[in-house]
C-alpha cells in the first residue's frame, strides 16, 4: 500500500486527529476525507468494485456536505 499511496489517510487516524483536536478548520477535515478517495481511485485502479464504491461514497459525501455548508 505505501509503495503506492505516499499519503496515507484513514478513518482512525481521522478520528484520533478529531480526537486529539488537529483539525483546526473544516477545510483540513475535508482535506482527509477527500485525501482518503483519491487514496482509494489511485491504490485501486484496476479493481472497478472498489473504484465505483469510492465513487459513490465521494459522491455521497460531496452532496452532504454541500447541503450541509452551502458549497
Known amino acids: 500500500y ?3 499511496i ?10 484520533e486527529n478529531l ?6 478548520t473544516v ?5 482527509d ?6 487514496n482509494c481511485t489511485k491504490y485501486n485502479k484496476s479493481d472497478k468494485r472498489f ?4 465513487k459513490q461514497l ?3 459525501f460531496e ?3 454541500s447541503s450541509v455548508f452551502g458549497t
Request: glycine content about 8%; some cysteine; aromatic content about 16%.
Open 63 to 65: 452532496k452532504e456536505f
Open 19 to 24: 480526537l486529539r483536536n488537529r483539525y483546526q
Open 6 to 15: 505516499s499519503r496515507p489517510m484513514w478513518l482512525a487516524q481521522m478520528r
Open 27 to 31: 477545510g483540513q477535515f475535508v482535506g
Open 58 to 60: 465521494k459522491e455521497f
Open 33 to 38: 476525507v477527500r485525501l482518503i478517495f483519491q
Open 2 to 4: 505505501c509503495s503506492v
Open 51 to 54: 473504484l465505483a464504491l469510492g
